[in-house]
């Protein structure tokens, strides 16, 4: 009895989320427009270290559907990385520090040079400023590279919504966080 009611409930379940309005994001898989799309996209050179660590996650991310023909759109990205000291302690030392990155990048159609989608994306990383130095820059460098796939993810990811409600041609739209 304990069977049939949980497989009843599971079959509500389910019944119940096809009505809700979800859709996959990779329908169709690697043949699918929105991977077809993210795998039409070249990302230039960022400048910096952070700029080396997000274009190759997002050269990770977006070429996960592997790469074929020549690239439709060109994924333009400035970055902002700040370390900021916070939390003084009782000798005026910096106890805690925040690292900020934040992006700002425009997908340019390279057919007609015409920007299809400008937003921003962020992430930010406490790091605990402890007596070994060594132990602190370690800290500060983990926290550069997780925020540099954190920042590239939310890229991918915003591009492809906007790959996907424009069926593999994006319209002009501006996003802000």
């Known amino acids: 009895m304990k069977h049939l009611a949980a497989a009843l409930l599971l079959g509500l379940a389910a019944t119940s989320l096809g009505g809700c309005g979800l859709q996959p994001l990779y329908a169709g898989g690697g043949s699918g427009a929105v991977a077809q799309g993210l795998a039409a996209v070249e990302v230039p050179a960022i400048e910096g270290k952070a700029g080396w660590l997000v274009r190759n996650a997002l050269n990770d991310r977006l070429s996960a559907a592997g790469r074929g023909g020549t690239p439709r759109y060109r994924l333009d990205v400035r970055l902002d990385d700040r370390l900021e000291g916070f939390g003084l302690l009782a000798d005026d030392t910096v106890g805690r520090e925040r690292r900020t990155l934040r992006a700002r990048y425009q997908l340019v159609n390279l057919a ?65 966080p």
């Open 112 to 176: 007609d040079g015409r920007i299809v989608y400008d937003a921003t994306a962020g992430a930010d990383a406490g790091i605990d400023v402890v007596s070994s130095e060594y132990a602190t820059i370690a800290a500060e460098q983990t926290a550069l590279e997780n925020l540099s796939r954190e920042v590239a993810d939310r890229i991918v990811t915003a591009l492809a919504l906007q790959l996907r409600a424009g069926a593999a041609q994006p319209q002009p739209q501006t996003q802000r």
